[in-house]
């Protein structure tokens, strides 16, 4: 199994700034995945993040929006840029190496004030 | 479009009671259905898993049962108990889908002493 550390936790921001979640994995990883979970909602998933090549992005996202970089085989970031109140959200970060192993991290609880 | 649909949306269960959560999918390549367990501030985590080849899978008290037929399985949770309130999310992959995972909407189970 894979841990995964990020962070923030939890961060209250002003509209209009941006914040970047970290996500570190506790080993070599190629696929990453970054969901966002509203509050009493599903997992939607926001972009996949493979090293070395660029990210990914559902429909609906944008990489203006949600910018990711993933410099290396253990870390990436997920930033939510101009920020506005409906992106109030929890934020995770996932590693799958395989269709049958999912992992995620503790999440980054947003809020947009 | 949503590829795992997943009801009820919440439950309350009494101590010692049977919690069923029932998902059904469209998609007859997925092949790997796993259940999440969420509780509060956390990530989900991976409690119990099946494969399309068997229709029953049991880890102590959690059972699922699985309709190749009908694309459906569902989660039995046997003497529900208030460590057990959580969100739970049905999930389907598929060794065709890139290692994403496809997540149902969510239920919260809530178990009253």
């Known amino acids: 199994s894979a841990v995964i550390s990020q962070k923030p936790s939890r961060d209250i921001c002003q509209r209009g700034t941006s914040l970047t979640i970290q996500c570190q994995v506790d080993?070599?990883?190629?696929?990453m995945f970054w969901y966002r979970q509203q509050p009493g909602q599903s997992l939607t998933l926001i972009a996949t993040a493979n090293q070395g090549s660029e990210a990914t992005y559902e429909s609906g996202f944008v990489i203006d929006k949600f910018p990711i970089s993933r410099p290396n085989l253990t870390f990436s970031t997920l930033t939510v840029s101009n920020m506005s109140p409906e992106d109030s959200s929890i934020y995770l970060c996932s590693v799958a190496e395989t269709y049958t192993e999912a992992f995620f991290g503790q999440g980054t609880r947003l809020t947009v004030v | 479009q949503q590829q795992v649909k997943q009801s009820p949306q919440s439950l309350i269960v009494q101590k010692g009671g049977i919690s069923i959560i029932n998902c059904a999918y469209e998609?007859?390549?997925?092949?790997?259905f796993p259940w999440y367990q969420q509780f509060p501030g956390k990530g989900p985590a991976l409690l119990i898993a099946i494969r399309p080849d068997v229709s029953e899978k049991k880890e102590g008290r959690f059972t699922i049962s699985f309709n190749k037929s009908a694309k459906q399985f569902s989660l039995h949770i046997m003497d529900s108990q208030p460590g057990d309130s959580a969100t739970y999310f049905c999930?389907?992959?598929?060794?065709?889908?890139?290692?994403?995972?496809?997540f149902g909407t969510g239920t919260s189970l809530t178990v009253i002493p």
């Open positions: 998609n007859t390549a997925f092949d790997y």
């Open positions: 999930a389907a992959s598929s060794s065709n889908t890139g290692n994403q995972f496809y």
């Open positions: 080993s070599q990883v190629t696929m």
